[in-house]
């Protein structure tokens, strides 16, 4: 089945499979969410991802990172922009999620990155989503 709104697709599976306190959590691969990806194990939100080479499709698993107490290291994460409603941001208007403690990515013309990324580089770009 197509999904309307694959970055939101990622995020809900991700909430999901935290919230289930599962190890791991499989979805279709593309650049855009292998780009996503790349960013929370960055960031320090999943202990890490690889590519499988599935017979149809690509798939992306995702390891997901808990801390003590089996508390997971992602608390929250909110889809910004949507294909409804797209939602831009300029170098000073990029928002700091929860005082610097999440991050924001953005897509850019110079690719997806995180919000300070994209400040330090002088350029705004579409606000995807936000991540705590």
């Not at 890490?48 to 698993?61: A, L, Q």
């Amino acid at each position: 089945m197509a999904v309307s709104d694959p970055i939101a697709d990622i995020l809900t599976r991700i909430r999901n499979a935290v919230m289930a306190r599962h190890d791991s959590v499989l979805m279709p691969a593309s650049r855009m969410k292998l780009s996503i990806t790349r960013i929370l194990k960055e960031e320090g939100f999943i202990n890490n991802y690889e590519v499988v080479k599935g017979k149809p499709h690509r798939v992306i698993k995702i390891y997901l990172k808990y801390g003590d107490k089996n508390q997971p290291a992602l608390s929250g994460l909110e889809r910004i922009s949507k294909p409804g409603l797209r939602v831009y941001a300029q170098r000073k208007e990029i928002p700091r999620i929860y005082g610097g403690l999440g991050i924001t990515i953005l897509s850019t013309p110079k690719g997806v990155m995180t919000g300070q990324q994209a400040w330090r580089q002088g350029i705004g770009g579409e606000l995807l989503c936000s991540v705590w």
